[in-house]
């Protein structure tokens, strides 16, 4: 049996000030604000950006193309998706048939919660275990698959 051995690692990450990080997590080639936590077995792609005081909690994913706000809140196991299989399978490296993902400040993304590509506005919760599909534009608390308005704040 053959295999390749990749390192679990933080490599290629601009911090900002008093981050913390809890290992194990594969970090690499993206930005990390001031005063954020990142829990364990959290992966965290290139091109990501986190803004200042998040707090992200293990077993989350966040692929390339995301940008998380400042004051977020992204619970256990939250997903985010940037590949649609817009030609109905996965893009298999072709990076232009991928998507940005934007979510804005003071956003709370519950449990087991999955993200695709959309733009979700400040102040906004997400429920666990909704299905985020479409841009959300008003501030509110939303859950379901796929994530509805359940009441504006």
């Known amino acids: 049996m053959s295999y390749i051995k990749k390192e679990v690692c933080v490599r290629d990450v601009t911090f900002g000030?008093?981050?913390?990080?809890v290992e194990p997590v594969?970090?690499?080639g993206c930005t990390i604000g001031?005063?954020?936590f990142i829990g364990p077995f959290v992966e965290i792609q290139k091109d990501v950006t986190i803004g200042n005081n998040c707090r992200i909690q293990s077993h989350s994913f966040i692929c390339e193309l995301v940008t998380v706000g400042n004051d977020c809140?992204?619970?256990?196991?939250?997903?985010?998706?940037?590949?649609l299989f817009a030609g109905g399978g996965p893009a298999r490296g072709n990076k232009a048939l991928w998507k940005n993902t934007v979510v804005g400040n003071n956003v709370s993304i519950g449990t087991n919660a999955t993200?695709?590509?959309v733009t979700i506005c400040?102040?906004?919760v997400i429920g666990a275990g909704a299905v985020v599909t479409k841009d959300i534009t008003k501030p509110?608390?939303?859950a379901g698959n796929p994530?509805?308005?359940i009441k504006l704040l």
């Open 140 to 142: 509110g608390i939303y």
């Open 115 to 117: 993200i695709l590509p």
């Open 147 to 149: 994530a509805r308005l």
């Open 17 to 21: 000030k008093d981050v913390t990080i």
């Open 73 to 83: 809140f992204v619970s256990h196991g939250a997903m985010f998706i940037n590949d």
């Open 26 to 28: 594969n970090i690499y």
């Open 122 to 124: 400040d102040d906004v």
């Open 34 to 36: 001031d005063n954020t």
